[in-house]
């Protein structure tokens, strides 16, 4: 059979083409190999076997088995040495790439942990905005109606004091004072929140499922040292207006909520 060889292991027998005989070898026919020339080399050469694994320091090896093959070069046959080099470099070659192949999956996999991880503490830092960003909601639209948008309480106080008619004001006054029976005075509110708002972007909202599922307990959790009076009191504020467990879903009744009295 022209440019082929016929070779056989454990495994069985192989037919392939002339000069790829290293590149179809299995791990456990180069393993066959090592195990039974091992009877040559009075142990030695077994634990060099027991060894090479794909986890092996790969290159140790190499120079372990550079030793062995000194050691052993003129102590047999020369048929019988060459015999045993070419298993020993193919058996490393091999070892070699599945090293190769295993540090490039274990570079693969920490790269996307560290994906995972950035994604997962962008969320939380959403969501602590977000949580900023209800408060303001709720007492814009309550303030200025329905469909404004959402201002900075600072920049809603700014603007009622310049530029409100009177009926803003009063609500305004209604918040301030539902602020201050909750145990967070208005001014204080503006100042702990301002932090935490720059943790949320414009376009950087969080989905629908999660406002329904995050808890007060989680946006404690996530809180750092620096944000967790400013997440304390906003979620202080929330109580009343937001659905049960859920401080980023406010309530349909927050009206009635900071017109009573």
Same mark, same amino acid.
């Given at each position: 059979?022209?440019?082929?060889?016929?070779?056989? %292991?454990?495994?069985?027998?192989?037919?392939?083409?002339? /000069?790829? !005989?290293?590149?179809?070898?299995?791990?456990?026919?180069?393993?066959? $190999?090592?195990?039974?020339? +091992?009877?040559?080399?009075? /142990?030695?050469?077994? %634990?060099?076997?027991?060894?090479?694994?794909? $986890?092996?320091?790969? $290159?140790?090896?190499?120079?372990?088995?550079? !030793?062995?093959?000194?050691?052993?070069?003129?102590?047999?046959?020369?048929?019988?040495?060459?015999?045993?080099?070419?298993?020993?470099?193919?058996?490393?070659?091999?070892?070699?790439?599945?090293?190769?192949?295993?540090?490039?999956?274990? +570079?693969?996999?920490?790269?996307?942990?560290?994906?995972?991880?950035?994604?997962?503490?962008?969320?939380?830092?959403?969501?602590? /905005?977000?949580? #900023?960003?209800? #408060?303001?909601?709720?007492? @814009?639209?309550?303030?200025?109606?329905?469909?404004?948008?959402?201002? =900075?309480?600072? *920049?809603?106080?700014? @603007?009622?004091?310049?530029? +409100? %008619?009177?009926?803003?004001?009063?609500?305004?006054?209604?918040?301030?004072?539902?602020? $201050?029976?909750?145990?967070?005075?208005?001014?204080?509110?503006?100042?702990?929140?301002?932090?935490?708002?720059?943790?949320?972007? /414009?376009?950087?909202?969080?989905?629908?499922?999660?406002? *329904?599922? @995050?808890?007060?307990?989680?946006?404690?959790?996530?809180?750092? =040292?620096?944000? +967790? @009076?400013?997440?304390?009191?906003?979620?202080?504020?929330?109580?009343?207006?937001?659905?049960?467990?859920?401080?980023?879903?406010?309530?349909? %009744?927050?009206?009635?909520?900071?017109?009573?009295?």
């Amino acid at each position: 059979m022209s440019g082929q060889n016929v070779w056989k %292991d454990r495994l069985g027998s192989h037919t392939v083409a002339h /000069g790829q !005989e290293s590149s179809i070898r299995t791990s456990q026919a180069l393993a066959s $190999e090592l195990a039974e020339n +091992a009877q040559d080399f009075d /142990g030695l050469l077994a %634990d060099v076997v027991e060894s090479a694994t794909p $986890e092996a320091d790969v $290159e140790n090896l190499g120079k372990r088995l550079d !030793e062995l093959l000194k050691q052993y070069r003129n102590k047999m046959p020369k048929s019988k040495f060459a015999q045993l080099k070419r298993v020993l470099n193919d058996a490393l070659a091999l070892l070699r790439n599945q090293a190769d192949d295993i540090k490039s999956l274990k +570079a693969a996999v920490a790269a996307l942990q560290r994906k995972a991880a950035k994604a997962e503490a962008d969320r939380r830092a959403v969501l602590l /905005g977000q949580l #900023v960003y209800t #408060v303001d909601d709720i007492v @814009t639209s309550y303030v200025f109606g329905p469909g404004s948008r959402p201002m =900075s309480l600072n *920049d809603i106080q700014t @603007t009622v004091e310049y530029d +409100a %008619d009177v009926q803003q004001q009063q609500r305004w006054q209604q918040v301030t004072a539902f602020a $201050e029976k909750q145990g967070v005075p208005i001014g204080l509110l503006i100042v702990r929140s301002s932090a935490l708002r720059s943790q949320r972007f /414009g376009v950087a909202h969080g989905r629908p499922d999660e406002l *329904d599922s @995050t808890t007060p307990d989680q946006l404690r959790a996530w809180a750092t =040292s620096s944000y +967790a @009076t400013a997440t304390e009191l906003l979620l202080k504020f929330l109580g009343p207006l937001t659905q049960d467990s859920k401080p980023l879903r406010p309530r349909q %009744d927050v009206a009635a909520t900071f017109a009573a009295p």
